[in-house]
């Protein structure tokens, strides 16, 4: 199985604030990354595929790089409802895996 | 808009059979997708457990698979997930989702249910 590692854990930071979430695969997922937004009592939320095309409806502010092994997710100016738990996930090949979160806290 | 809500006891015996039906609205289970059940258990990432096609063909994680059974009925458009001989280790908030058929689409949720937690306990 593909392993994803994201760093960090947890992440306080303040509105307005510019955030990075980093992505590692445990091979070359070319550009097969993709990032969830995940709020409690709610299913996640597409954010970002193929590591840099942002989901219809999810604001501008969200923006995601890499290719091969690594991959960061950026937040440019956070919001109130930014505030969650992030996660990647590799959609190379079965079985499809996802990295243990990022949660995001207010500072 | 497509909706997923899943459905089922929220409470199994341990050595029990976990049973759950993903309800799909708004879209036709019948469209080139796969139809993905995905769980989390708590404190922990989340973990895909397998998919399946209206065609009825499926594909399964390597470490469930042995007790991993999906299922499609497309007129009642809704698919099913039975899980045999849980443990505490299958507690977990369990999700449905739908994903892509096509490459870059593939394994990509884009549609989510909202969740529901199953607890193994006696």
């Known amino acids: 199985d593909i392993q994803m590692t994201q760093s960090p854990s947890s992440l306080s930071a303040s509105v307005g604030d510019r955030v990075t979430i980093t992505c590692r695969a445990s091979?070359?997922?070319?550009?097969?990354l993709n990032w969830y937004q995940q709020k409690p009592g709610k299913g996640p939320k597409l954010l970002i595929y193929g590591a840099t095309s942002l989901q219809s409806g999810v604001p501008s502010r969200f923006s995601g790089s890499g290719s091969g092994t690594d991959f960061t997710l950026t937040i440019s100016s956070l919001q109130p409802e930014d505030f969650a738990t992030y996660c990647c996930q590799q959609s190379y090949g079965t079985p499809y895996t996802f990295g243990q979160g990022t949660k995001l806290e207010i500072k | 808009q497509v909706q997923l809500q899943e459905s089922g006891p929220g409470l199994v015996k341990p050595s029990g059979t976990l049973s759950l039906t993903c309800a799909v609205s708004?879209?036709?289970?019948?469209?080139?997708?796969?139809w993905t059940w995905v769980r989390q258990p708590p404190g922990k990432g989340l973990e895909w457990i397998g998919e399946?096609?209206?065609?009825?063909?499926?594909n399964y994680n390597p470490s469930l698979k042995s007790r991993v059974t999906i299922s499609v009925d497309k007129s009642e458009k809704q698919f099913s997930l039975k899980l045999s001989s849980v443990t505490a280790a299958d507690t977990a908030v369990y999700y449905c989702?739908?994903?892509?058929?096509?490459?870059?689409?593939?394994?990509?949720?884009?549609?989510w249910g909202q969740g529901t937690l199953v607890t193994v306990s006696s």
């Open positions: 399946i096609y209206h065609s009825g063909s499926t």
């Open positions: 989702a739908r994903a892509g058929v096509d490459r870059p689409n593939v394994g990509l949720f884009d549609y």
């Open positions: 091979q070359s997922i070319f550009n097969y």
């Open positions: 708004g879209g036709s289970i019948s469209s080139s997708h796969w």
